[in-house]
């Protein structure tokens, strides 16, 4: 491997999403690869979560000035679609971290695809129903608790 | 003429990644005049999603369908006239009511997905990776549009009869979904789309299926209209180009 790939790879893990920052591109699974060549250059590959997310341009341009500020004198971002992103590339820390956040993590991988009923991260109550398939981003949906009463956001299961 | 990946030649992956491209860039910009006139918050959000996704899909098609003559997204996006644009009819008809957006909505969208699904499973392996990524929200589209055709059909007999007058208006632009260009026929030969003729009955029964859950009626009267795949357009799409490329063509490589 050579020399400063590992420390490539760690920054780039690090980039925080635009519109969730407390979760990094490594957390996301949008980090497909970081390949350092002879010369110091650093080539990433990123996977969009969706076609038309638009924060994809923000993420590039963040690893391209995250790794240019450590010191590789040449990096590009490349973007590959296949194989499709889905929400089973989820790093093992993003769904705790989406839960403090108060969003309602996707399933688990071994769960089916679309969840019958949430938890309301609010105040953990299971009567909880689906406003809209489509929320603030692309990414997620709008529920309601009716228990508490509260809306909350679920970063939905895409397959 | 130069064989592309698979044995599809340049000019048949470009009339197809075309004709998909130009599908979503339509109704991505017809989805996204509803915003700031949608009957409900939630909805405008959805629908201002759909479009998203679908502008998406757009890019990639059009990049693709661009490479063989060098042009990139913007040039076939804002560059060309209605006559070069090859998508369906039906998507650029006017939004009409909502029952009018969400029966095109289904309509398409069933389309879209069936197609999306076998085109995944295809051998040219960039529109085989579009696809993988779209059908995953194409599905969602689906769905979102199939629960409002249920609510709308069965809601109030104001919209039970709206939701009627959609579909009738609407039917007569569904004949040409299925009706192969010949480079849609070739590619399909080639194992890089699926041919027409397969999705055709999974699409009549997906719909028909519906229109019963809905207490609609499928019209009686045949579909007939075609000529998108072909550059022959209604009215309604020059005037849709001409918001939609209006600020490019007056300030060129403008940014912001």
């Not at chain 1, 399933?107 to 489509?134: I, M, N, Q, Y």
């Not at chain 2, 998507?91 to 995944?120: I, K, W």
């Not at chain 2, 059909?153 to 009706?179: C, I, N, V």
């Not at chain 2, 357009?233 to 209006?246: P, V």
Request: glycine share 8%; aromatic share 6%.
């Amino acid at each position: 491997m050579p020399a400063g790939e590992e420390l490539a790879r760690r920054l780039a893990a690090e980039v925080p999403d635009p519109e969730l920052p407390f979760l990094t591109l490594g957390d996301l699974g949008i980090l497909r690869r970081v390949e350092v060549n002879l010369e110091g250059g650093v080539r990433v590959v990123l996977t969009p979560t969706y076609s038309g997310c638009p924060a994809l341009h923000h993420m590039a341009d963040e690893v391209r000035r995250t790794l240019l500020a450590a010191g590789f004198p040449a990096v590009q971002v490349d973007t590959e679609l296949s194989p499709a992103w889905s929400t089973d590339r989820l790093g093992p820390h993003a769904r705790e971290k989406l839960e403090a956040m108060d969003i309602a993590p996707p399933p688990p991988v071994d769960k089916a695809p679309v969840a019958l009923t949430l938890k309301c991260p609010h105040c953990g109550s299971l009567r909880t129903g689906e406003l809209s398939h489509f929320g603030a981003t692309a990414c997620k949906s709008l529920w309601r608790c009716q228990a508490c009463g509260e809306p909350f956001e679920h970063f939905k299961a895409l397959r | 003429m130069t064989a592309g990946v698979a044995g599809l030649s340049v000019v048949d992956l470009r009339e197809v990644a075309l004709g998909l491209g130009d599908d979503c860039l339509v109704l991505s910009h017809r989805l996204a005049e509803w915003t700031t006139h949608a009957p409900e918050l939630e909805e405008e959000m959805a629908l201002a999603n759909l479009a998203l996704d679908l502008l998406g899909q757009a890019r990639s098609l059009l990049t693709l369908a661009g490479e063989a003559d060098g042009r990139d997204e913007d040039q076939l996006a804002y560059w060309r006239d209605d006559r070069d644009f090859r998508n369906l009819l039906l998507l650029e008809q006017p939004n009409g009511d909502f029952a009018v957006t969400m029966t095109r909505q289904v309509l398409f969208s069933t389309f879209q997905e069936l197609l999306y699904r076998g085109m995944a499973a295809g051998t040219e392996p960039r529109l085989a990776a579009i696809a993988a990524k779209g059908v995953m929200e194409a599905r969602y589209h689906v769905e979102h549009a199939r629960l409002w055709v249920q609510r709308l059909g069965r809601g109030t007999e104001e919209s039970h009869r709206r939701m009627g007058q959609a579909l009738d208006l609407l039917w007569p632009y569904t004949q040409e979904l299925f009706k192969p260009t010949e480079s849609w026929s070739r590619a399909a030969d080639q194992g890089a789309v699926p041919p027409l003729s397969s999705i055709e009955e999974p699409w009549r029964h997906s719909i028909e299926s519906l229109m019963v859950d809905s207490g609609l009626e499928i019209p009686g009267f045949p579909a007939w209209q075609s000529g998108g795949r072909l550059g022959r357009h209604s009215e309604h799409l020059g005037h849709l180009l001409a918001e939609m490329q209006h600020l490019h063509r007056s300030h060129p490589n403008a940014s912001w």
